[in-house]
């Protein structure tokens, strides 16, 4: 239960950290930030964060958080419910 938990806040995490990415951008100018999904670039981001003063390895710490996130959560259901059914021996 607690892997599933930590893969909960990881990817919570993740989703803080894009939204304030994205938010960065619409302030710049960029439109349609939100709407744009998974087609948001972050090569846009790296390219106009030394110009503004923003860190870049916040960006990667987002993508590990995700990776982290989706792992724990796999790893914490296969724990809990197991990878064999749980009925009535035949």
Same mark, same amino acid.
């Given at each position: =239960?607690? =892997? =599933?938990?930590? &893969?909960?806040? $990881?990817? #919570?995490? /993740?989703?803080?950290?894009?939204?304030? $990415?994205?938010?960065?951008? @619409?302030?710049? &100018?960029?439109?349609? +930030?939100?709407?744009? &999904?998974?087609?948001?670039?972050?090569?846009?981001?790296?390219?106009?964060?030394? #110009?503004? @003063? !923003?860190? /870049?390895?916040? +960006?990667?710490? =987002? !993508? #590990?958080?995700? +990776?982290? &996130? %989706? #792992? %724990? %959560?796999?790893?914490? $259901?296969?724990?809990? $419910? @197991?990878?064999?059914? *749980?009925? *009535?021996? %035949?």
């Amino acid at each position: =239960m607690l =892997m =599933m938990v930590l &893969g909960i806040a $990881f990817l #919570a995490l /993740g989703s803080g950290m894009d939204t304030i $990415f994205r938010l960065r951008m @619409g302030r710049l &100018g960029h439109k349609w +930030v939100f709407l744009r &999904g998974g087609t948001f670039n972050y090569r846009e981001y790296h390219q106009v964060r030394s #110009a503004n @003063g !923003w860190a /870049g390895w916040s +960006v990667y710490v =987002m !993508w #590990a958080a995700y +990776v982290c &996130g %989706l #792992a %724990l %959560l796999i790893a914490g $259901f296969s724990i809990e $419910f @197991g990878t064999h059914p *749980r009925g *009535r021996k %035949l």
